[in-house]
């Protein structure tokens, strides 16, 4: 009786000879050897199989193709001497095959292995002294009599590849053939390759990373597993890549290659030929289809970028009159694409229900297509099939709806329409189908990655200025484009700072890296300069302050930043750079340029740090543009480039459109990061203010000398004694207050502007007045401020440089 297990193993033996059957009947399959070694891993437990074959004076048996773990594990050379003591050199000198257990090994002193677990070793000819068989297995007892005989079924079964394009003896290679030496980099290639990557033999340097140049960044990884020895086995290789045509279009290439192991003399090569893979297949069956439309979904951020990804895979090899793909929401379609874009191109329902760009279509008014949503698959409907008309419309010669399922729901749909009749092959349905699958899947993606952009975009805004103020003598503008990369808060900010005298800061700056605690940073750095402005410190010590603040913050992060004081009155403004980029100017006469200007290091690099100041001169008409790294740096230029790009571009502006510019210096850079742009045009003041100051000594009649300054003062400026009388009374209430209520200077600052006077009183005690609640009969102090109030349209104080300023504001009459 037969026994069980011999029973299973008959079976096993049957099904190997089957498996072994099917690879053979297709020869030309370039992987063809590998999936017949995968067999000794499946029939016979094994944990590596490979072939070794002769060299070209037959006296090295080299290895050239491999399945399972890798060869280094078990102690395994690439070559072995057809001559020796090897067991390798005895089956391939007796013909016969050698099974060697783990204590057999442990005797045979060139089969050494590196590993301390056992393991056994089956070596077997080829037929036809081809080569030989090697394998190894792990299992306990070694090689069975089954396994042995799988193994031998697998031996036979082996049929060595088509030998390497080997150089003529003209020297050159096959017009499609390649040679890459692996310690170099150096590579030989055909005529025909040069003319697939579009370049001539004397252009060619022979270096393998000039092709490497020409391929699409996102192809690089695959094709350097292939290139690198490191990272591939011996063996056949296949790859389709992608490179860039001078047009800028990108071509699909196929790689065929083997790696060929080294010689005494000769190094380790990658041998094979490369094709252009649009010419081998022009059926739509073809897989490669399917890896393209991966390809472009896998880079594709937004759900506009997902669906021109689809339309671009489709449309074309289908040869389909249109295609439109949309979300389903509220059941409504909301179509994202439409190819053509033509309205005309559409059935009436959905010109009918057209919104702005594209159409929102409900899917009530086309029941056979939600019942196709309900089932989830892709559903085809020939020519003779009667559908209502906003899809009969759509596809007169035949028409595909592709559900795309994604997450346990359906993300959306995909119709597909010809004009004339249209025969659906079982190919083409499988296409259809796996694409709906990438592209549903790539569509809600694309939907959480557009939601998770708009609400960091929410956020960056949050953190900057809502609106900028209006400036006295200029017109200032701001922009701010969060990273088209990721979903992280970018660290750009501006500002517009409003100071006393016509003085206006403008703010612009960058915080290190694209996080939560850099957007946290931002908002602190921000607050910390407006503050230290509005104290009316000057540009230097603004950024001074604020960079000590940094450094007690003990944060990891630094800043960049750029602090720009402009005297609204004069014309003339004051730089300070901390480590960021400098100011350009647009001048009247339409010339540009970088303001040289000193700088500081970054913001929370060194607490000790000097940042000088820069003067700058506006005329009338003059634009001063501050910006980020993120408008002028990118992968293909550097910041010099770039700035000397932007200033191009500002001087080729019409500042009469301050708004126009700031969107067309946006328009035209080439950005992955965030970007903040803060432009400024200054036009001077159509009325310049006047100004007296005058120190006020701490004298007994010092309030008496201050009316009197303030009396010949304004009528120097045509102020009549009428008109003044209530200004000369503020005058002495807040001369007096200071002098009674603080130590130190005290300065009276008056400044008329069409028959508006503000007198302003500096003192250096940070304390504001405090205006009484209420004052009783007997009170000797307190009613200075509320006479104040009482004769001022308005009044306050602001700090200033530790100290205080407090004003009152008077119209004066006549």
């Known amino acids: 009786m037969v026994s069980e297990g011999a029973a299973v193993?008959?079976?096993?033996?049957?099904?190997?000879?089957?498996a072994l059957e099917t690879l053979t009947g297709d020869p030309g399959a370039p992987d063809r050897l590998r999936r017949v070694l995968e067999q000794a891993l499946v029939f016979a437990g094994a944990a590596f199989a490979g072939v070794y074959t002769p060299g070209d004076d037959g006296t090295v048996l080299r290895l050239a193709e491999s399945a399972g773990l890798p060869r280094t594990f078990f102690g395994l050379r690439d070559a072995y001497p057809a001559v020796g003591r090897s067991p390798a050199a005895e089956a391939y000198g007796t013909g016969r095959s050698v099974w060697l257990g783990p204590q057999e090994l442990a005797d045979c002193p060139d089969a050494r292995r590196t590993p301390s677990q056992e393991f056994s070793l089956a070596v077997l000819p080829v037929p036809g002294h081809a080569g030989l068989l090697v394998v190894v297995g792990e299992r306990d007892g070694g090689f069975g009599p089954e396994d042995r005989a799988c193994l031998e079924l697998i031996a036979d079964a082996i049929v060595l590849p088509a030998p390497l394009p080997t150089v003529s003896d003209t020297g050159e290679l096959p017009a499609d053939a390649f040679s890459l030496a692996m310690d170099t980099g150096r590579i030989e290639v055909g005529d025909g390759i040069l003319g697939l990557f579009d370049m001539s033999r004397d252009d060619f340097d022979g270096k393998v990373e000039t092709l490497l140049g020409r391929t699409l960044p996102e192809d690089v990884p695959a094709l350097m597993s292939v290139v690198e020895a490191d990272h591939m086995s011996i063996g056949d290789r296949e790859l389709e890549f992608r490179i860039l045509e001078p047009s800028g279009s990108p071509k699909w290439l196929r790689l065929r290659g083997r790696m060929v192991p080294g010689t005494e003399g000769r190094p380790a090569r990658l041998a094979g030929t490369v094709a252009d893979a649009s010419t081998l297949r022009s059926e739509v069956t073809d897989v490669a289809r399917v890896q393209r439309l991966a390809a472009a979904l896998a880079t594709a951020g937004t759900v506009k970028d997902v669906s021109q990804a689809v339309v671009t895979a489709l449309r074309g090899p289908l040869k389909a009159d249109r295609i439109a793909l949309a979300e389903l929401e509220n059941e409504r379609l909301v179509v994202t694409v439409l190819d053509p874009p033509d309205a005309d191109a559409w059935p009436e329902l959905w010109r009918t229900e057209w919104r702005t760009e594209w159409p929102d279509a409900p899917v009530r008014a086309m029941p056979t297509l939600a019942a196709?949503?309900?089932?989830?698959?892709?559903?085809?409907?020939?020519?003779?099939?009667?559908?209502?008309?906003?899809?009969?419309?759509?596809?007169?010669?035949?028409?595909?709806?592709?559900p795309l399922p994604a997450g346990g729901r359906m993300a959306g749909a995909c119709l597909i329409g010809w004009d004339n009749p249209h025969d659906f092959g079982p190919d083409e349905r499988a296409l259809l189908?796996?694409?709906?699958?990438?592209?549903?899947?790539?569509?809600?993606?694309?939907?959480?990655?557009?939601?998770?952009?708009?609400?960091?975009?929410?956020?960056?805004r949050a953190l900057l200025p809502r609106r900028l103020p209006r400036l006295p003598g200029a017109l200032a503008v701001a922009r701010y484009l969060p990273p088209t990369e990721g979903l992280e808060v970018g660290g750009d900010w501006y500002d517009v700072i409003p100071l006393t005298d016509n003085h206006v800061a403008l703010v612009i700056g960058d915080v290190q890296g694209h996080s939560a605690a850099a957007a946290t940073l931002m908002g602190q750095m921000r607050t910390a300069l407006r503050a230290y402005a509005a104290e009316g410190h000057t540009p230097d010590v603004v950024v001074s302050h604020t960079n000590r603040l940094l450094m007690d913050m003990e944060s990891d992060l630094f800043a960049t930043c750029c602090y720009v004081d402009v005297d609204m009155e004069a014309g003339i403004a004051w730089c300070?750079?901390?480590?960021?980029?400098?100011?350009?100017?647009?001048?009247?006469?339409g010339t540009t340029e970088v303001a040289r200007t000193e700088g500081g290091p970054p913001l929370g690099v060194v607490a000790q740090a000097d940042f000088p100041m820069t003067q700058l001169s506006l005329r009338p008409g003059t634009l001063l543009a501050l910006t980020t790294d993120g408008l002028v740096e990118s992968r293909d230029a550097d910041i010099d480039v770039g700035m000397e790009r932007f200033a191009r571009d500002l001087g080729a502006s019409d500042p009469s459109h301050l708004g126009l510019v700031a969107d067309a210096l946006l328009g035209n850079a080439h950005r992955t990061d965030d970007v903040a742009l803060l432009l400024m045009r200054y036009d001077g003041m159509a009325v310049l203010p006047l100004r007296e100051s005058w120190t006020v000594w701490r004298v007994p009649e010092a309030a008496r000398h201050a009316r009197r300054f303030s009396r010949r003062t304004l009528r120097s400026w045509g102020v009549t004694d009428d008109a003044m009388d209530a200004g000369l009374l503020v005058v002495s209430e807040l001369v007096t207050n200071a002098l009674i209520h603080t130590d130190g200077p005290v300065r009276l600052d008056l400044t008329l502007v069409d028959h508006r006077l503000r007198i302003a009183v500096a003192d250096g005690s940070p304390r504001s007045p405090v205006k009484p609640a209420n004052i009783g009969w007997e009170a000797t102090g307190g009613r200075g401020i509320l006479l104040v109030e009482a004769m001022s349209t308005a009044w306050g104080t602001v700090p200033v440089s530790g100290g205080k300023q407090v004003w009152a504001d008077l119209v004066l009459e006549g």
């Open 433 to 460: 189908t796996a694409a709906a699958g990438l592209a549903g899947q790539a569509l809600m993606r694309a939907h959480a990655f557009d939601a998770e952009h708009e609400l960091v975009g929410m956020l960056q």
């Open 576 to 589: 300070v750079r901390a480590g960021h980029l400098q100011p350009v100017l647009r001048h009247p006469d």
């Open 9 to 18: 193993r008959g079976i096993r033996t049957e099904r190997a000879e089957i």
């Open 372 to 402: 196709a949503l309900r089932v989830g698959r892709p559903r085809i409907w020939p020519v003779t099939t009667a559908l209502e008309p906003a899809l009969a419309e759509v596809g007169p010669g035949g028409l595909a709806v592709l």
